[in-house]
């Protein structure tokens, strides 16, 4: 299988993370938002996309979440401050087409 593959991590206002994979970025950011992805995020609003890395194909995109997925805390932190070190929102409610 080929294409355009994501895994992101979203995070509350208080942290709370949540790690994932889509091959459709926007579509999946958007189901987050209107509480129809996960009910992890529903319940604990977890809808800030805070991290994101692309892959062409699908089974380095399995593994690379599998592998974040298995980390401490503390690592996945670092990963996400090494990218976006004020936790900003990489694609804002505006950016959404839904």
Do not use: C
Request: charged share 30%.
């Amino acid at each position: 299988m080929s294409g355009s593959y994501s895994v992101y991590i979203l995070a509350s206002r208080r942290r709370t993370l949540y790690t994932g994979i889509t091959n459709d970025l926007e579509r999946r950011i958007w189901e987050h938002r209107n509480g129809t992805a996960s009910s992890f995020t529903r319940r604990y609003r977890i809808y800030r996309l805070v991290w994101v890395e692309h892959f062409d194909d699908v089974h380095e995109a399995i593994a690379a979440e599998k592998r974040i997925k298995g980390w401490v805390r503390v690592k996945k932190i670092r990963l996400i401050e090494a990218q976006n070190p004020n936790w900003n929102d990489l694609l804002p409610a505006g950016r959404l087409s839904r």
